[in-house]
């Protein structure tokens, strides 16, 4: 969640100079704002491997509970 509020943040502040960064998904909002310099690649890599992490673990987790988090 974490994550998500920050590339959403970075989209909202930047979003008008920098349209390619508008992307619904965290993953290629995440490659856009590393291509046009507002995030490190290692930051934008870093948040990659966490999120995908997090959604690793919550499909898990769904999985074990038989119900949504």
Do not use: C, M
């Amino acid at each position: 969640a974490d994550v998500e509020f920050a590339v959403q943040l970075l989209q909202l502040r930047h979003g008008r100079s920098h349209r390619e960064v508008l992307k619904p998904n965290v993953w290629e909002a995440l490659d856009a704002l590393a291509a046009v310099g507002l995030l490190s690649e290692p930051n934008a890599s870093a948040l990659r491997d966490g999120y995908s992490f997090l959604r690793f673990v919550e499909a898990r987790l769904r999985i074990v509970t038989d119900r949504p988090l």
